[in-house]
Structures are given as C-alpha cells and as structure tokens.
C-alpha cells in the first residue's frame, strides 16, 4: 500500500490487515516506553488548516515510531505544500485538501507516499478508527446494526457504510425530513425511534453550526437518554460523552469516545508503518 486515499481502494482483506496491525500498535502507547523502532530514518510532513485531531494524532503515531514530524498548518496553497514537502525528501506526506480528487492529482505528482487526512468527501483515517473501536467494544464486526445521528462530520460516512458491508453489517442514519441538503449514504430513516432500535452502536456526528438539536436529536442539548434506550443494552456511543437526560447534559457511562480517540491514533501508526514498508 504506497498510499491510502480511499477506504475504496482496499477490500476486506486490506481492511483486516490494517485492524491487525492497528491493536499491535496500540500496545507500543499503552506501555510505558512508548516507543517503537518502525519509523526510525523516515520522516512524516503534514499539511493540515489548523491543529486538529487528525494533526495531533498523525503527530504522536510520527514520535510513537520512532519517526520525525513536519506539520504546515495553513498553507495558502496546499497542494504547493505537499509538492515541496515531497521535492524536500519527507517520506510521506498526510494531507488535509479540498476533496477526494485534489488529493489524488497531487499524490499522482510525488513520489513519497501519501495519506488522506481528512477531505470534504472523504475521511478514511477516521472512518478506521470508528471500525476498530466498534471491533474492539463489540468483539466483531460482522452483522452489525450501527445507528448513526447527526449532520457535521459527514465525510467519514461513505467509507463507514463501505466497511461495515464488508463484514455484512448495516449502517442506519437518522436524519430528518426537512433536511434536504446533507448527502446521504447506507440505509437513512427519518423515524428515530426506528433508527435506534435495535441498534448495536450509536455514532454522533454532531450538527453544523445553526442547526437545531431538538430537529436532530429530539432535544436540544444532544441525544435523549430514552431514545438509547431503543438500542441494545450498554449500547457504545461514539463520538460524544454525554447524553440529553431530563433536558441538561449528563456523562454517558457507555460512552468509547476515549477509546476512538486511542484507535485514531493506533490506526494513524498502522497506515504509516503500512506506507513506509512498501
């Protein structure tokens, strides 16, 4: 795997491959030397808008292994960036671009490797480490019923739906009706009650600015504990800590948003390993 652009590009097996040597990595951060040998020698740019998750993580995979970290955050022209960053002798370069098919015209143009981190179309790094911690929480990915809420981070949805029917398990998106804008992908109800039941996992994506919550969630201040309890019993929830109970925010005691955040960067070091290796 020289780059990974798109959860397209690969297939279950490559997807397993990744998971696998993901749970290796996480075990390098959760000791107390927390580091590995498999970037010594290699040298990881990035070009991101501005520090975020997928720079922080990206940064800690980069130390974790051993390697050195170049990030450039707000560049006017990222794709100048990169191309420098390639012509500079970096050994991969992760980059944050406009879409899917910015980031491809210019890892067509490098010869170091290159990784999507994250597009307005496309969002592979964290759509791993959803799997992986769904993986993990629920023991398997296979028959899975994983509800989804929310309008915000929907970039990571097309590859999330994509990898879930690898391992013959469902995505279920609860938006409703009178939103018409937001792009949508796996199976989309607009009865919540129905989104919800049943469900394995819930994913939060959270809403655009303006939005209003009680449209998206039934409440205001995020997902009602009720509504949860239409899912399995100690049913996951990503993305978010707390729940909506009796109109205030409250912690949600099942709540693997730590975990995702563990995976993200398990995943981060798994692809650069993967990257670097061939």
């Not at 937001?182 to 809403?207: H, M, N, Q, S």
Request: glycine share 8%; with cysteine.
């Amino acid at each position: 795997m020289k780059n990974l652009l798109s959860l397209h590009e690969l297939d279950k097996k490559d997807i397993t491959n990744i998971l696998q040597i993901a749970a290796q990595m996480r075990r390098i951060y959760t000791t107390g030397s927390k580091k590995g040998p498999q970037l010594i020698g290699s040298v990881v740019g990035g070009v991101w808008t501005n520090c975020c998750l997928s720079s922080t993580a990206f940064g800690l995979a980069t130390s974790y292994m051993s390697g050195a970290f170049c990030p450039v955050y707000g560049a006017e022209n990222k794709a100048d960036s990169c191309l420098a960053l390639d012509s500079m002798g970096v050994n991969t370069v992760v980059a944050q671009m406009s879409d899917l098919n910015e980031i491809k015209r210019v890892a067509a143009l490098m010869r170091c490797a290159t990784v999507n981190g994250g597009t307005s179309d496309s969002d592979p790094i964290t759509a791993l480490a959803d799997i992986m911690t769904l993986n993990i929480k629920l023991d398997g990915l296979q028959n899975l019923n994983v509800s989804v809420v929310g309008n915000r981070d929907v970039n990571v949805m097309d590859e999330l739906n994509y990898c879930l029917h690898l391992f013959g398990s469902d995505l279920v998106w609860y938006l409703p009706s009178c939103d018409i804008q937001t792009p949508r992908t796996g199976i989309v109800l607009d009865d919540p009650t129905a989104a919800f039941a049943g469900a394995d996992a819930v994913i939060d994506l959270g809403l655009d600015n303006g939005c209003d919550g009680a449209s998206y969630y039934g409440s205001a201040v995020g997902i009602p504990d009720e509504l949860l309890d239409k899912a399995h019993v100690n049913c996951p929830l990503l993305g978010c800590r707390t729940v909506a109970h009796g109109g205030v925010r409250a912690s949600y005691n099942d709540s693997v948003e730590n975990l995702r955040q563990s995976c993200y960067v398990a995943v981060a070091m798994a692809v650069l390993y993967l990257v670097r290796k061939n």
